[in-house]
């Protein structure tokens, strides 16, 4: 018998055991049993949602997960911040061969330019006097996909160009970081200065020393987020700790679960981040003014086609510059010739709603429905859909609620008897039961029973999908602008006639008519 065979291993220790083991989120030692309990309470277990109908099928579970799924689309934080509603972000991309795993379907360079192109006109939909630039990371270099630039159709063809190419080699994070600086650091101060990375990868190929360039991005006042495909990376926890500091680590870095977490984590970004009071560097920063110019021109069709100062192409329509009449062929953009900030009026009026957000909308209980002052109010005020009618228990389902629970026999036998032999089981099963309950409330404060969701100011009701739209696309309540509507035309038809505004406020508010 060869004696590298079998060669005799003596049990490890503690300690050389402590030495090798995996921790959790990343902390040492041995794993605690609030930490496998926290563990545990995270698992989402989706079966348990389903719930059979009294006919027998699963329709009114699906109907209140749609529901919820609106409303948590819908439920966002409404107190008004100071955003930055002028930004400049640069989206790198990793383009490794790490992205061809296919652990997000189809594969992970597949969904993350899908995904990319999605975001990019989600941006520009709600910060239309933005700009955007994408780098992509290959072979240990950086690679420019697309220049800085606030016209969406650029990126989205130019993403759409990265199908032809299969990703491959390693990726330098900090090549790309440096190509990301350089793109950002003529970008004026009013704006704020930001990088996306989605990262695939576990590793970073780097020619030099990346703190160096964590430090630039963190005198250049560059945030920084970071979505991973695969696992948490140190040092992009400390890039994110780093360009950050006023914020928690946890909202600027994330790693994604699924297809669908990860949608959702990219589209999070749409928002424009919370902009931070910084301290002034001199006295001539702290009494600079805030105000910022910009141009509004007018658009022109020329009988022959000309040049235009953005790309030099021939096109026969465009702007016409308000300072130096330069002509650019699209908007928002910055005029070439004197630099002057070019946008149109509607630009302006749709990053105005992240200012002042519209307020989440309260959920109506059935008693509040069956008030005397709510029965009118059968339909919804934006679609004109019939509101679901107050359900009526049968004399069976009444005297079924009214029978006190029923108790098996020998129960407490049975208690007694899994407590001394498998009491780790029943502290297992204590979690999961609180999870599912916490769930319920949770979805019960989400939900509404009866379908209605009230504004705050007018107290009209609205249905889910019309709370959905005004939620995100509208960004105004049409509740309150008819209100406003029919105020003014009664101050002007009857203030002549002496008319109290109490009384017309009255009147406005119960929903009486003349």
């Given amino acids: 018998m060869v004696e590298s065979d079998q060669e005799y291993a003596p049990d490890a220790s503690d300690d050389d055991s402590d030495a090798h083991r995996v921790s959790v989120r990343g902390g040492g030692g041995r794993v605690s049993k609030d930490q496998i309990d926290h563990a545990f309470n995270e698992v989402r277990r989706t079966w348990e949602d389903v719930e059979e109908g009294e006919d027998g099928t699963i329709t009114k579970t699906i109907a209140s997960l749609l529901q919820q799924g609106k409303r948590k689309r819908t439920l966002k934080d409404t107190t008004p911040l100071q955003r930055g509603i002028i930004r400049h972000l640069i989206i790198i991309i990793d383009l490794s061969a790490a992205m061809m795993e296919k652990d997000l379907r189809p594969t992970r360079y597949l969904l993350t330019i899908r995904y990319c192109q999605d975001f990019i006109t989600e941006f520009f939909e709600q910060n239309p006097i933005s700009q955007i630039g994408i780098v992509g990371m290959r072979d240990g270099l950086a690679v420019r996909v697309s220049d800085m630039s606030g016209n969406p159709s650029d990126h989205i063809s130019n993403l759409q160009?990265?199908?032809?190419?299969?990703?491959?080699?390693?990726?330098?994070?900090?090549?790309?970081?440096d190509m990301a600086r350089a793109a950002l650091f003529h970008a004026p101060s009013h704006g704020t200065r930001e990088i996306l990375l989605l990262f695939g990868s576990l590793l970073s190929s780097d020619p030099g020393d990346i703190h160096t360039t964590i430090s630039s991005l963190v005198a250049s006042h560059i945030n920084t987020t970071v979505i991973g495909l695969s696992a948490q990376v140190a040092i992009c926890l400390t890039l994110v700790k780093r360009t950050n500091p006023q914020s928690n680590p946890q909202k600027h870095y994330n790693v994604a679960l699924d297809e669908v977490n990860y949608r959702e984590l990219i589209m999070r970004l749409a928002t424009p981040p919370e902009a931070h009071t910084q301290q002034a560097t001199s006295i001539d920063d702290s009494n600079a003014s805030s105000l910022l110019m910009m141009g509004f021109p007018s658009r022109v069709t020329d009988p022959k086609p000309s040049l235009c100062a953005c790309h030099s192409r021939p096109t026969s329509g465009g702007y016409l510059c308000s300072r130096c009449s330069t002509k650019v062929c699209s908007l928002p953009t910055t005029c070439p010739a004197c630099s002057l900030t070019l946008i149109l009026s509607t630009h302006l009026a749709r990053s105005y709603h992240h200012l002042f957000p519209l307020q989440n909308w309260a959920t109506v209980p059935w008693s509040h429905v069956t008030l005397p002052a709510n029965k009118h109010k059968t339909l919804c005020f934006g679609c004109q859909i019939p509101f679901p009618t107050?359900?009526?228990?049968?004399?069976?389902?009444?005297?079924?609620?009214?029978?006190?629970?029923?108790?098996?026999?020998?129960?407490?036998?049975?208690?007694?008897?899994?407590?001394?032999?498998?009491?780790?089981?029943?502290?297992?099963?204590?979690?999961?039961?609180?999870?599912?309950?916490?769930?319920?409330?949770?979805?019960?404060?989400?939900?509404s029973e009866s379908g209605r969701y009230a504004c705050g100011t007018c107290g009209e009701f609205f249905c889910v999908d019309c709370d959905a739209f005004c939620h995100e696309i509208v960004h105004n309540c049409p509740g309150c602008l008819s209100r406003?509507?029919?105020?003014?035309?009664?101050?002007?038809?009857q203030g002549e006639n002496g008319a109290a505004p109490e009384e017309m406020e009255g009147v406005i508010t119960n929903g009486e008519k003349g």
Avoid: C, F, Y
């Fill in 161 to 177: 160009a990265l199908r032809k190419d299969d990703p491959q080699g390693q990726p330098s994070l900090q090549n790309a970081l």
């Fill in 390 to 447: 107050h359900p009526i228990k049968t004399s069976k389902q009444v005297a079924k609620a009214r029978l006190p629970p029923t108790k098996p026999a020998s129960s407490d036998a049975r208690n007694a008897e899994s407590a001394s032999t498998e009491p780790s089981l029943a502290s297992l099963k204590r979690p999961r039961e609180d999870n599912s309950s916490q769930r319920a409330r949770d979805e019960d404060q989400t939900i």
């Fill in 484 to 493: 406003e509507g029919k105020m003014m035309a009664r101050s002007e038809g």
